[in-house]
Each structure stands twice: as C-alpha cells, then as structure tokens.
C-alpha cells in the first residue's frame, strides 16, 4: 500500500468531518479508528488533526477527545501545549514539588494490599532487564504511590507528569543518564530508595515517607542535570 500524502490524509479528514461529525460539538471517533478508516499513521493523521484544529475545524482535549467546531471560550489551552513546551528539568522540579506529598498522603491511607503491590513493583525494578524496563516500572511505581493516596486530584497530576514523561525530550535525557550510569544503577541503589519509601508507606510514617520520595527524586535529578558527565 502506497504511502498517503498529507495533504491527501487532510482532505480526506474533512469529508469524513463532514460524515461523521457535521455538527458543532459532535465528536470524532478515536485516533486509532481514523487512522485505520484513512489508511495512514497516526503521525499523519496527527498532522491533519493539528492542520484542522488550527483553522478552528476542531478542537481537542487530552483525555476526552476530538470535537468538531472551535474551541469553547470557556476552556483553557490545551494542556498537551504545557507538556510541549516541558523540559526535563521542568518536569522534574515539579514531581520534587508534588511527590514528596502524594507519599505521605499514600503513607496515610495505605492498606497490606496496597503495600504488597508497591513491594511487587519494587521486586519488578530488580529484574529490569533493559532501559525501557526500567522506565517503566519506574513509571508505574510512582504513579501506584499515587493511586494508594486515594485522591482523585493527585492521582490526576501524577497521570499527566506520567504523559510528560513519554516525550521525546524526556526520553533523550533519560536514555542519557541511563547509558551513563548503567542498568545496576536503577535496579540497585534505585531499588533501594523505592525500597525505603514503600517501608515508610508501610508504617504509616507520613514525614519520613516524604522526606524518602523528596531524596530520591532529587538523586534521580542530580543525575539528569547537564553539569554530570
């Protein structure tokens, strides 16, 4: 199958605006779908989407999809042009400033069940095998920290620093400090502060649970800065 232009991709999207979604405020159906309705990438289709949206033919919101029309007046910028325009150091000031108290919140309403999941994640990051591995039960560790506060308001911050961290910025520094400092690293001394974070959860000690997540995410950006080499 031939490769479809964008400009073919564009034009065959407002036909299908026209089809699927003729009136203001219809919704369009999922990436995955029109990708797969049109015959091209999501990288293309994502181009087309980004062309529309700019003409003020559509408008998107992360985590509740594409709609037709401009966008209401009453809804802030798209939070994926925040993401955008993050950079590593960004992002990573922000989990210091956050994180250290989604632990402690975790500290106060953890249950047995909870803690043999984060023990579980922890046993995981051990036996990663590769960086991607490592990345992502990271990931999920800290996003499970999360989850065990039980408040719906952090657990949606941790989910969109979570979404920053699968950008291409992210990942190049990431990659980085990975070939730099060595699988051994993030599966030991990397496992250990998990490690000690999860004992505090356990315990129930709110203040050292904090202070265990802020030592930790502040290592972890000792060794992203640009000074290391």
């Known amino acids: 199958m031939s490769r479809k232009s964008s400009e073919s991709v564009l034009t065959e999207l407002r036909q299908l605006l026209a089809d699927l979604a003729p009136d203001a405020g219809d919704r369009l159906p999922a990436e ?23 003409e003020g033919e559509i408008w998107r919101n992360v ?8 966008r209401p ?8 042009l925040l993401l955008e325009g993050a950079t590593p150091p960004d992002l990573m000031r922000a989990r210091i400033l ?12 953890a249950d047995a069940a909870d803690v043999a999941i984060l023990r579980k994640l922890v046993a995981e ?22 989850l065990v506060s039980r408040n719906p308001i952090l657990i949606g911050f941790l989910t969109y620093l979570s979404g920053a961290r699968r950008r291409a ?33 356990a315990s129930a000690d709110v203040i050292s649970a904090s ?19």
């Open 63 to 70: 985590g509740q999809g594409t709609f037709r029309g401009a």
């Open 32 to 54: 995955r779908v029109l990708s797969m309705r049109l015959g091209c990438s999501r990288e293309t289709l994502r181009k087309g989407l980004s062309d529309l949206e700019k």
């Open 73 to 80: 007046r009453h809804l802030p910028v798209r939070d994926t």
């Open 169 to 201: 910025a992210w990942q190049k520094e990431w990659d980085r400090t990975y070939r730099r400092l060595g699988a051994d690293e993030f599966r030991t001394a990397h496992g250990d502060q998990h490690e000690n974070i999860v004992n505090f959860i």
């Open 125 to 146: 990051g051990r036996k990663a095998a590769d960086r991607t591995a490592c990345e992502q039960i990271d990931d999920a560790f800290h996003r499970t920290v999360a």
């Open 98 to 109: 956050l994180e250290p108290q989604v632990a402690a919140e975790a500290a106060r309403r």
């Open 211 to 229: 202070s265990a997540m802020a030592d930790h995410l502040e290592t972890v950006e000792a060794a992203m800065s640009p000074g290391r080499s």
